[in-house]
């Protein structure tokens, strides 16, 4: 679950966010659509605070009150290290009194317990930020050793990832070996690997063709049922979500101008719908 | 200064000035901290260290041949004219270990591990990598920077052992070809008058300038902002503040130890 109230981003004269409020619960699947800046990107950085809202907070559940409670007091990089996919714990936020779990506000957290509840977010950059002296494999696993798995077991870990992506045979090649699709597909491994609970993919699908981004659209709705946590996907063009996304919300300078399910979205009923369909249409 | 007072024009600079010198503070404050952190990469400052070092030698080492030639051949006016032969092993020894090797080191340290350093922490930070540290739970500081900046110590102060005796040695070939000036007499006179405070004095500037340079780059590199442009942008930042800042800490030194 996660759960933003009234974000806003200022950088300079820009307005990227401006009071935007976003709640999605467990096994959503929310498209973030937009025209080129209206703040896609800064949104889903704002989520997990890779920026810092000026105003309004990000929750997550404490879902796991106890691992994640016990994980937030033990340094960042000593998550349990037997298993750190285990979430055996659940997702729901149910306190095992049965009463609603506490939410977890991030915007209150200090650097370091930032750090630790990283490990339940994986995100995507737009721009890929790979780590370009690692291979693909290292790319994916390097998340994971540092959270203080065994190098084997992380090896095995993003070998399996990398094939769920189509990219077991790219394993020992560096990024820059890489064609642009595949680069892709190794931003969205090494994103999920560690089975997020929050999964913040930003548009995975600049610049490949249809099929790519319809293949790419699939990775991400299998890993999502699988998983079974919140995932987020930002794109420019709606297309590839019609078919996986539960909800589209359409940012429009940095504002919500419309929160739909797909199919309802894709009727353009809605007059701002409408306006961006046409956009990205004619685009 | 269109439109703005001169009075406005040297408070925002002043400004800048020192919100730059206070990022530069904690930045060291971190870097200084970082190996005492659990996650500090040992394995990366060896590697850069090396690097670091490698990169460096070869200019390093015909600049350092070059400048131990030249200190004797300017002595030599003095030493035939006056008749002190005696004293230039000392001269080139006290030279070269307490000013030019570490002076030397730096500035060609500045200009090719300095830049390429803020290069490459630059084009990470504009294509998200530090970013995407962060978003594993990383911090760039402790995994990436500080051992980038504790190697850069390290390397530099094994340059400016090395240069040293590369020019200590062309400097005593110098004497001999054009003072005639036989290598048993040079190096008397540099055994028996060059104190060990002249190394140490030079072991710490070289300690100081290596500080300067690692802060510098890595500060340069950290803050950029922009695309391609912005990436040589701080390259060349780099080094021009890291030239400027190590002649000034050479001047302050000079006058301390
Ligand atoms: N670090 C930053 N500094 C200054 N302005 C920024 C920064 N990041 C984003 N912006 C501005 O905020 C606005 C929203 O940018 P954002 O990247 O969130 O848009 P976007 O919807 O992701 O666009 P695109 O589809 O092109 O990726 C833009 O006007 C952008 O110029
Ligand atoms: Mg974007």
Known sequence: ?283 | MNGESALGWVGRHVLGFTSEVGALLLLLLRVARAPFSRTFEWKELLRQTRAFGVESLVVLGSTAALVGGILVIQAGLYVRRLGVQELVGWAAGFGILRDVGPLVAGLVFSGRVGSRNAAELASMATRDQLLGLRAVGVDSVTTLVAPRAHAMVVSLVALYFIGSVISIATAGGTAAALLHIGWPDFWRSFVERTRLADLASGTLKSVLFAMAVALISCHEGLSVSGGAVAVGEAAKKSVVTSALVIVILDLVAAQVF
């Open chain 1, 1 to 283: 679950m996660i759960d933003a109230e009234h974000l806003t981003v200022q950088f300079g004269e820009r307005r990227a966010l401006d009071d935007v409020s976003l709640h999605v619960e467990p096994g959503e699947l929310v498209g973030i659509v937009g025209v080129a800046a209206s703040g896609k990107t800064t949104l889903l950085k704002t989520l997990c605070l890779l920026v810092r809202p000026d105003q309004g907070r990000v929750r997550i559940g404490a879902g796991a009150s106890a691992s994640s409670m016990a994980m937030l007091r033990r340094p960042s990089d000593q998550t349990d290290p037997s298993d750190p996919t285990d979430r055996s714990d659940g997702i729901a936020g149910d306190a095992p009194d049965g009463s609603a779990a506490p939410l977890l506000d991030l915007t209150t957290l200090s650097a370091r317990d930032l750090a630790a509840v990283r490990a339940r977010f994986g995100f995507s950059f737009q721009n890929l930020a790979l780590f370009d002296q690692l291979t693909a494999e290292e790319n994916v696993s390097f998340a994971l050793v540092r959270r203080g798995m065994a190098d084997a077991d992380a090896r095995l870990r993003a070998r399996a990832q990398l094939k769920a992506v189509g990219l077991e045979s790219a394993a020992e090649k560096l990024p820059h070996e890489l064609s642009g699709g595949m680069r892709r597909r190794l931003a969205l491994a090494r994103a999920m690997v560690a089975r997020p609970e929050v999964g913040l993919y930003d548009d995975p699908f600049v610049g490949l063709d249809p099929v790519a981004c319809a293949r790419i659209a699939r990775f991400i709705a299998r890993e999502h049922r699988e998983v079974g946590g919140v995932t987020l996907v930002a794109a420019g063009d709606p297309a590839p979500l019609f078919a996986v996304a539960t909800r589209l919300v359409l940012l429009e300078e940095g504002s919500i101008a419309a929160d739909l399910p797909p199919d309802e979205f894709a009727r353009a009923a809605d007059p701002a719908v409408a306006r961006y369909l046409g956009r990205s249409r004619a685009a």
